[in-house]
């Protein structure tokens, strides 16, 4: 789908004969040895690279009353993307995202591939331009997207230009092309781990056969939602305002009071900002309906607030033992009767987690003793930052009415998956 809007795009912007000219003289500075097209798109909130083997650069209607500098700088920034093939390697990356979709480490890869990507780029514009004016820059190109009625596809994005901002006026950054060393060692290291680890194989634990264990395990399931909402709070003449704590805003979610367990402020420049609220829903779930947001302040009753109206829904696994696994396990042992959960408490994300976009499941094998505690926990399938160990520490709290055998309370084991979900 980006691939054909981007094509779309292409077929409808305009060419730019002053912009050609001026691309035509950087690009020879810049090494590159072949034609780049410069198109104008009214659609364009910011300048976009696309194309491998007749390669364009797509700029807003608005990019020829920019002044020199600026598009000195823009240019620049797109070409180092053409010099550097960054097109076909992030549609290659795509593809493996694609193929890898369920794998957390694959995402978390692509958000480091492209925000490198942009920090090389961000360092060829900073090899000829003051570092303060192109942050400025890259400030105006934040609101420009934040601004966008619709999403476009670039390579930057909004999340990763803060990181990018500190790397340029950092003055303490090391900057430039890597030389042919740095890339063999890394080849070679890369290399060196996938050899490492090609023939490893999962191995399945073995499992207890003592009279007083079902055949099959028992599997108890929690579901995890974040919800975050970007606010933007602008009073009658269109200004932002600030200084608002998370006291200040009410969060509904189906008409049902919610708790704001995360606010943040992120400011844009000089003159606007927004808002990031974050709550763990309670609503109940509803088979994938839609649910509805709703935001006000009390800070201020003519103030304007814009933000998401809602979320499609999926039905999360529901909390408690499997059916199935109840069941079979049952029907198997007919004299030892599966532990029932009375009380459990869910787990939070951790900030490292929430910043990543991290989203998975965390399976514990665990033990349910007879008093109804979770005992003997071990993780057999991690997720990682800080995840396995607020799972581990919400599991510690649940509370079960034991498994029994013989009118005596025994010692069951059980499989409990905590799903976390960032929406």
């Known amino acids: 789908m980006g691939l054909w809007q981007v094509r779309a795009l292409s077929r409808t912007a305009l060419p730019w004969r002053q912009g050609q000219s001026v691309v035509d003289k950087l690009a020879i500075d810049a090494g590159i040895h072949r034609r780049v097209e410069v198109l104008l798109h009214e659609a364009l909130p910011g300048p976009i690279t696309c194309g491998a083997v007749h390669p364009a650069i797509l700029l807003p209607q608005d990019a020829q009353t ?18 550097r093939g960054d097109w076909a390697v992030h549609c290659l990356a795509r593809a493996v995202c694609a193929a890898y979709w369920f794998h957390p480490l694959v995402w978390i890869a692509w958000q480091r591939l492209t925000l490198e990507a942009e920090r090389s780029c ?23 997207l934040l601004r966008a009625k619709s999403p476009l596809p670039a390579m930057a994005n909004r999340a990763d230009l803060a990181v990018r901002v500190e790397a340029v006026l950092d003055s303490r950054q ?51 939602k974040l919800i975050m909402v970007d606010v933007t709070v602008s009073d009658l003449n269109g200004e932002s305002i600030e200084g608002l704590s998370a006291g200040d805003f009410v969060l509904t979610e189906n008409d049902t009071a919610q708790k704001i367990s995360i606010f943040e402020f992120h400011k844009l420049d000089t003159a606007s900002g927004y808002y990031i609220l974050g709550y763990y829903t309670k609503t109940p779930w509803m ?7 709703k935001i006000t302040t009390s800070k201020d009753s003519m103030a304007k607030l814009d933000y998401r109206a809602g979320y499609d829904n999926e039905p999360p696994a529901r909390a408690g033992l499997d059916d199935a696994a109840r069941g079979s396990a049952e029907a198997s042992h007919s004299f030892v009767t599966s532990p029932v959960l009375l009380s459990m408490k869910e787990p939070e994300y951790t900030e490292e987690a929430r910043k990543a976009k991290l989203q998975g499941a965390v399976a514990l094998w665990v033990q349910i003793s007879p008093s109804g ?27 079960f009415s034991p498994g029994m055998k013989d009118g005596k309370a025994v010692t069951v084991q059980a499989e409990v998956e905590v799903n976390f979900q960032l929406l």
Do not use: C
């Not at 290291?189 to 055949?215: E, G, K, Y």
């Not at 993780?379 to 649940?398: F, H, M, N, P, T």
């Open 174 to 224: 090391r900057r430039g092309r890597a030389g042919r060393l740095s890339v063999a060692l890394a080849g070679a290291a890369a290399a060196v781990l996938t050899l490492t680890m090609s023939p490893l194989r999962i191995v399945a634990a073995p499992q207890s056969s003592a009279d007083d264990q079902p055949s099959r395990t028992l599997k108890f399931n929690a579901q995890v």
């Open 287 to 293: 088979d994938g309906k839609y649910r509805q947001i």
């Open 66 to 83: 920019w002044i020199e500098g600026d598009l000195n700088r823009a240019l620049v920034h797109e070409l180092e993307h053409v010099r």
């Open 122 to 144: 961000d360092d060829a514009v900073l090899r000829l331009s003051e570092a303060t004016a192109y942050a400025d820059q890259l400030v105006g190109l934040a609101l420009r």
């Open 373 to 399: 505690r979770v005992t003997n926990m071990r993780v057999v399938r991690s997720l990682g930052s800080g995840l396995d160990e607020k799972a581990i520490e919400a599991v510690q709290e649940w509370k």
